[in-house]
């Protein structure tokens, strides 16, 4: 289960803000994940919590977008919602996609301490 070390992960950068910000207590955090990162937020929220109990970040509000996977026409520049193995086409040309604008997100958007 991938969202466990993830878990970890974003804890630790939590930790670390609380530590520069002098925090005495998580309230509230949330993050973006994109779809491409295969992360299930429900499993990540399970493990969030059952890292945090005990200690002061215990029963902060996790919220979670989940960012769509979204590329860009090579051909005619439309932004359109992709399937996770890029083989959506163009739907207004037919084209491939080029460039992913979103979807690989796994970003602490904000976090509020108290
Ligand atoms: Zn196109």
Not at 50 to 64: D, K, R, W
Not at 100 to 110: A, K, N, P, Q, T
Request: charged share 30%.
């Amino acid at each position: 289960m991938h969202e466990m070390s993830i878990a970890v992960n974003i804890i630790d950068i939590l930790k670390g803000e609380m530590e520069k910000h002098d925090a005495a207590r998580l309230k509230g955090v949330k993050l973006k994940i994109g779809e491409l990162t295969a992360i299930e937020p429900e499993s990540l929220r399970f493990c969030f919590e059952a890292l945090t109990e005990g200690t002061n970040m215990e029963g902060a509000a996790l919220t979670i977008e989940e960012i769509s996977l979204k590329g860009k026409c090579l051909t005619c520049n439309t932004t359109f919602k992709l399937d996770r193995y890029f083989t959506t086409l163009c739907p207004r040309c037919g084209g491939k996609p080029g460039n992913l604008i979103s979807g690989r997100e796994l970003d602490i958007e904000s976090m509020e301490i108290e």
